[in-house]
Nanobody, 120 residues
Framework: QVQLVESGGGLVQPGGSLKLSCAAS????????MAWYRQAPGKERELVAG???????NYVDSVKGRFTISREKAKNTVYLQMNSLKPEDTAVYYC??????????????WGKGTPVTVSS
């Protein structure tokens, strides 16, 4: 089994910053793409940013220039540095990882989510 544990969410004022972390652990052979999604109240879950094992990244247009995704491969950990936060960034942020487990099965895993609230 594989677990994803997120941390770093919280309440921040508009214009502030937060850094989210997500560590994958368990029966891991290799971690491929890692990503952050978010779901705001009443809205569908959306991809915020993703990063491949080679370090290639992609972002949703609304966060380009403000958010940065990075990872530490040796620790199977992905980060999301969020700057210049806006009220519309308020959502529950979920970590996602595409993992090859020790049985060599490719499985997609989700964390439980960490809430981010941007409000004055």
């Amino acid at each position: 089994q594989v677990q994803l544990v997120e941390s770093g969410g919280g309440l921040v004022q508009p214009g502030g910053s937060l850094k989210l972390s997500c560590a994958a652990s368990g029966s891991i052979f290799r971690v491929n793409v890692m990503a952050w999604y978010r779901q705001a109240p009443g809205k569908e879950r959306e991809l915020v940013a993703g990063i491949t094992s080679d370090g290639d990244t992609n972002y949703v247009d609304s966060v380009k220039g403000r958010f940065t995704i990075s990872r530490e491969k040796a620790k199977n950990t992905v980060y999301l540095q969020m700057n210049s936060l806006k009220p519309e960034d308020t959502a529950v942020y979920y970590c996602n990882a595409n993992v090859v487990n020790v049985n060599l099965y490719n499985v997609n895993y989700w964390g439980k989510g960490t809430p981010v609230t941007v409000s004055s």
